[in-house]
């Protein structure tokens, strides 16, 4: 059952006339995409999903973290009018809370329906980060014919420090909750969430969807994310950039991975690469971004990723070790500059 729920709306990050993009025998610019009508729909599962720029010729689905919702990209989706995005709620959060019981598995097969449904051609581009990230791989494993390509950050499987913390769920939540409830300054310190990047709708749904059973469950989908599940990824032959953030996240993880997926890909998948953004912490996407949606343009348009994204290479080949601050000078620079004319997509 389609929804439509809004009206038209004019983005006020639209491109000039200028910018034009080719679509078969004329021409449409990015501005006119980004005018397109803003949908609010609920497909025949009861998934909601934001739909944004559906004249745009290439959809890109971006996926959110647990215990948030799709408001998560609201700073990213600006970022991208040239493309159709499809940005779900996830199950058992916001307004797909009706939908459950949340796993990887149910919400890849939801998100595989919607994109069917609902996505150019039936295939779409995939971006997720954290849980986000570790849905759009098992998207890959169970549904591979809709995927064209995916740009997941901080989604290896994980490391013996997050189990440690992990292992008594109910602390973790706890401990969660008094952060979510307590002054909003020790929250964004915490985080790292940038201050100027506050968004006090997601900060309320966050809240709504913070219960222990939700948190139980992702924590436990994620300790279960393993390397032979990677491994059956990678056998699905898809070009996956693998990013990490340097701060907080399994660095060493994402480079034994991106190796793994880079190994077992025939095709499409020897394209694979591990990447880490020095400077950025788990959730950087409110945090960066501007860095954030130009890589995930660069790797939909297979042109180079900024250069705040430090490629991950075998450590007997030698590894990146640019200074901290430079990498820090790459990312302010990099969020001033405006985005590349983008070419389209296959």
Known sequence: MRRVVSTATTNDNSRDNGDALPISTRTISASSWATASIAETVNNEGLFFHSLNSLAPITVVMIHVLMSSHLEWAHCWTQLPEYHLLIPDLPQHS????VGPFSFAFAADLIAEMIRENAHDGRAHLVGLSTGGFIAMELIRRHPDVVLSAFVSNAVPVNDLWKNLNSQPKLAYLGLSVLLHGPKSLLYKATGWAPDLQHEDLLKEIKRNNTSRLFEAGTRETGNWSREDMAEVGKKDKRIALVVGGKQDNVEG???MGQLLQSLGTREGKESRAFVVKDAIHAWNLQYPVVFARGVRA???????????EPLEPLDKGSSNIPLDRTRSRLTE???????????AN
């Open 95 to 98: 307004r797909s809370r009706h």
């Open 254 to 256: 994402a480079r034994e």
């Open 299 to 309: 790797w939909i348009e297979k042109t180079p990723l900024p250069q705040a994204f």
């Open 334 to 344: 990099a969020s001033k500059e405006t985005p590349a004319r983008p070419s389209r």
